[in-house]
Nanobody, 114 residues
Framework: QLHFVESGGGLVQVGESLRLSCAAS????????VGWYRQGPGKQRELVAQ???????NYRDSVKGRFTISRDNAKNMVYLQMNSLKPEDTAVYFCNAVPPSLSWGQGTQVTVSS
């Protein structure tokens, strides 16, 4: 089964940026919607951004204008550019299909310090 490996997280200050990467073990071309999810401390996992095969995107309101999702079907990669980070963005970030039909990876920790 296809699985994902997330990377690129870290500890940053408020207002800084990070770029997350998600490497798929196989082709993502057949996945209509891919997305980035996050799970903050004591919170449920939530979808923050999704992209169609052709690059149409959608975001949850709290990250609109700050986060950008992109996918490279040829390289089987999904990215999340995160700008103007806030403490409430602190979470473990995961990628998966939308809805999440595949196994979850380990995720990558993003910590935003004020």
């Amino acid at each position: 089964q296809l699985h994902f490996v997330e990377s690129g997280g870290g500890l940053v200050q408020v207002g800084e940026s990070l770029r997350l990467s998600c490497a798929a073990s196989g082709s993502i071309f057949s996945i209509s919607f891919v997305g980035w999810y996050r799970q903050g401390p004591g919170k449920q996992r939530e979808l923050v951004a999704q992209s169609t095969k052709s690059g149409n995107t959608n975001y949850r309101d709290s990250v609109k204008g700050r986060f950008t999702i992109s996918r490279d079907n040829a390289k089987n990669m999904v990215y999340l550019q995160m700008n103007s980070l806030k403490p409430e963005d602190t979470a473990v970030y995961f990628c998966n299909a939308v809805p999440p039909s595949l196994s979850w990876g380990q995720g990558t920790q993003v910590t935003v310090s004020s």
